[in-house]
């Protein structure tokens, strides 16, 4: 079966200092990674998305960057964070057919002091 | 930019009782998904409906499609205390890599 795994769970970085943070999947192969971002009480918006290894499309220009350097990884990165850039960040990955659902980690819960 | 908005943002109802929450959203879709989130946990899937279907089940989830009216409804029957959740509405739309657009959510309470 197909797992998910992002981590860290929770953050605390200082204003100006790198992110980074990770996802990987398992138990599947050339699945669509997103990466999304939650603020308190509010739906998701949609960060980036990648479709295949070095592939990666931004949905919303801001701080923060994404990669996928192998076919089940996708890493979020700032090199200075804002204070506006604290939030919940949830990786998801969907299968390549069309009409079907994705999956959710468990979150990275992001705050910047 | 969301595309989804539920309604009522919030619902406290007792244990058995039905809770409905409705989505309505602008542009044309591929289908309509609803995802359930515990407090600060990831989104759980958990039911799809295509754009040319008007009904589906789930065990105690019945969720309705109104393609003409763009809504959507989801239907918990007989709730319990452990359906205390947000409850996400998203649109899958055409963009070439499953796109979904999701709504600000229904915060429901069931209490025992």
Redesign the interface.
Known sequence: SQTIHQWPATLVQPVGSPLSLECTVEGTSNPNLYWYRQAAGRGLQLLFYSVGIGQISSEVPQNLSASRPQDRQFILSSKKLLLSDSGFYLCAWSPKRGNTEAFFGQGTRLTVV | S?Q?EEDPQALSIQEGENATMNCSYKTSI??L?W?RQNS??????LI?I?SNEREKHSGRLRVTLDTSKKSSSLLITASRAADTASY?C?T?VSG??????????T?LAVHP
Not at chain 2, 40 to 45: A, S
Not at chain 2, 96 to 105: P, T
């Open positions: 969301q989804g591929n289908n998904q995802y600060g946990r990831g989104l759980v899937h799809l295509r996400f998203a899958g070439g890599y499953n796109k979904l657009i999701f709504g600000a959510g915060r």
